[in-house]
């Protein structure tokens, strides 16, 4: 399609967070008080023993000062604790220099029967986990809240953890502005140095950095965390990417895998071709979701059927492709193909986002582009204007690229266009294109693709969500299989992860999980 500017491609974001007006100190009285009160929920049973010197063992030569640390935890805010977890910039060679990872904790309400740490992560790559943790009131159920400290890390590369850094706001503007799905060669050669220019600015910025923010880096930091927090076991809480990285940590270390629920499953066995086909075929099944609540509600500006609805969205991103509409922002001042498909996957990842997107995509048939150019910001954690409020949109290719290399050639990503459009005629040609730069990356040294097993892990939840967008049910019994001891969950239901979403079933089981060490049946449908 046509276009005056590079879409980022549609990678598992962290899971929509709304902003939620309680603070977690309240929230930790309110646990206590729910159950002294009487409400249901089980007792808290301490985390099987683990053997002897599994605290603070280190898995390899010149680790022992590294697992020896304790943490020096200060106030910072909303009744959590922040402090500074130190690392080694290269796992094989510690002697050559460390980098800081921020850890935020928000303490158990119960400290009298705390069961142990409770580690977050929200997906990505390149989320957050201390803002995430700072919402443990909302993220966890009550009783989990009250027995665990609910404990955020910013991976290494991302926010507070030595953050990569690529391209200025507006050269994020304009890489985020370029025709996700070229039409001619002059488009795709568009699309190539838009790629290639990220990857320069990553090593011209963050040269020293990039080779080591591997998802494989990042769960021997958990480990680091791990035995600095004094837990013998991790106990684990991973939403969309952050399925991936737990599932990495326990194939890494099995014996000191706690409690661990891995919630949108990524598996890491997956291939760059692979992640991008299964989520254009989840946008697909999530669009044609949406597209019968919406000709359900009536009035749907799509029209009143689904196929008609979908024929009408991609003539809509077609027309906004080569004609962008005003969106109200100096930075931007087009809403082009690129920012407009920004908008709908927003939408999508959040049921409660449904009705907004209706709005919006009535705005856009109206020659208004203002309400998709939010939706778009929202996606990119983006302010109007062009302030970058996270490092997410330049962390995610950093590690990505790392862990998938992908090819240099154009014409591989052109066959893959024709290919996705055959079973996703809506996201198949947007998605194909998305990694271009991972084919023109500086940086060498992630784990390639591969199987995971966890020999000898305690029990694993996978969870999985049936019309979820960005991680497709499939994925999670993908990697229920791969693991020795895992069972899956499975909430029939719409949006990206299911836990503390809108499934009372699903979270009685998790809590139940966390709190006592009952491991849900494998097989439970919600």
């Known amino acids: 399609m046509r276009g005056t500017q590079p879409l980022q491609p549609l990678q598992p974001l962290p899971p929509f967070q709304r902003r939620w007006r309680s603070g977690t100190a309240l929230a930790a009285v309110l646990a206590v008080v729910l159950l002294a009160a009487g409400c249901t929920s089980p007792d808290p049973v301490p985390l099987p023993a683990a053997s002897a010197g599994a605290v603070t063992s280190p898995p390899g030569l010149g680790l022992a000062r590294y697992y020896a640390q304790r943490l020096a935890w200060s106030r910072c805010g909303g009744g959590a604790e922040c402090s500074t977890l130190t690392v080694p910039l290269d796992y094989e060679h510690p002697a050559s220099g460390d980098i800081g990872i921020k850890v935020l904790r928000v303490p158990a309400g119960d400290q009298r029967r705390r069961v142990g740490s409770l580690l977050v992560n929200p997906g990505g790559p390149g989320g957050s986990g201390t803002a995430y943790a700072r919402s443990a009131d909302r993220i966890v159920g009550a009783p989990v809240r009250a027995y665990f400290d609910v404990v955020g890390f910013d991976p290494r590369g991302v926010g507070g953890s030595a953050p990569v850094d690529c391209l200025s706001d507006p050269e994020l503007d304009r890489f985020l502005s370029v025709d996700p799905t070229p039409d001619d060669a002059g488009e795709e050669q568009q699309l190539l140095e838009a790629g290639t220019a990220l990857a320069a600015g990553c090593s011209a910025r963050s040269g020293r950095l990039l080779p080591h923010v591997s998802t494989t880096d990042a769960a021997r930091d958990m480990d680091v965390l791990r035995a600095a927090l004094g ?199 947007l998605l194909a294109w998305g990694s271009v730069p991972c084919g023109h990356w500086p940086a060498r040294g992630g784990t390639p693709p591969h199987r995971v097993a966890a020999a000898g892990s305690a029990p694993i939840v996978v969870l999985g969500t049936t019309r979820d967008p960005a991680t497709i049910y499939e994925w999670s019994t993908r990697l229920r299989d791969q693991l020795d001891n895992a069972v899956l969950v499975t909430f029939d239901g719409d949006g990206h992860t299911a836990y503390r979403r809108a499934s009372s079933c699903v979270d009685d089981a998790i809590d139940t999980y966390y709190v006592s060490g009952q491991t849900p049946e494998d097989g439970l449908t919600c």
Not at 242 to 265: E, H, I, K, S
Not at 356 to 361: F, G, I, N, R, S
Not at 367 to 379: H, N, V
Request: aromatic letters at 10%.
């Open 231 to 429: 837990d013998a076991r991790l106990s684990y809480l991973g939403k969309s990417y952050g399925t991936f990285l737990g599932a990495t940590y326990a194939d890494l270390f099995p014996q000191r895998v706690g409690r661990v629920v891995l919630d949108g499953a990524l598996p890491p066995d997956l291939t760059s071709e692979e992640l991008a086909e299964g989520q254009a075929r989840g946008f697909e099944l999530a669009t044609r979701a949406y597209l019968q609540r919406c000709v359900d509600d009536g009035d749907c500006p799509a029209g009143d059927s689904v196929d008609a609805g979908a024929q009408w969205l991609r003539s809509l991103l077609h027309r906004v492709d080569a004609a962008p509409l005003p969106s109200g922002d100096p930075a931007v001042p087009r809403l082009g193909e690129a920012w407009a498909s920004y908008g709908v996957a927003q939408a999508l990842y959040d049921r409660g986002s449904w009705s907004v997107l209706t709005q919006a995509l009535r705005a856009a048939a109206a020659g208004d582009g203002r309400p998709l150019m939010q939706l778009g910001d929202a996606y990119a954690r983006r302010t109007p204007g062009g302030r970058y409020t996270s490092t997410i949109m330049e962390s995610m290719y950093a590690v990505n690229c790392l862990d998938r290399p992908d090819a240099p050639d154009l014409a591989t990503y052109r066959a893959r266009a024709q290919r996705f459009a055959a079973v996703a005629p809506t996201w198949g040609g």
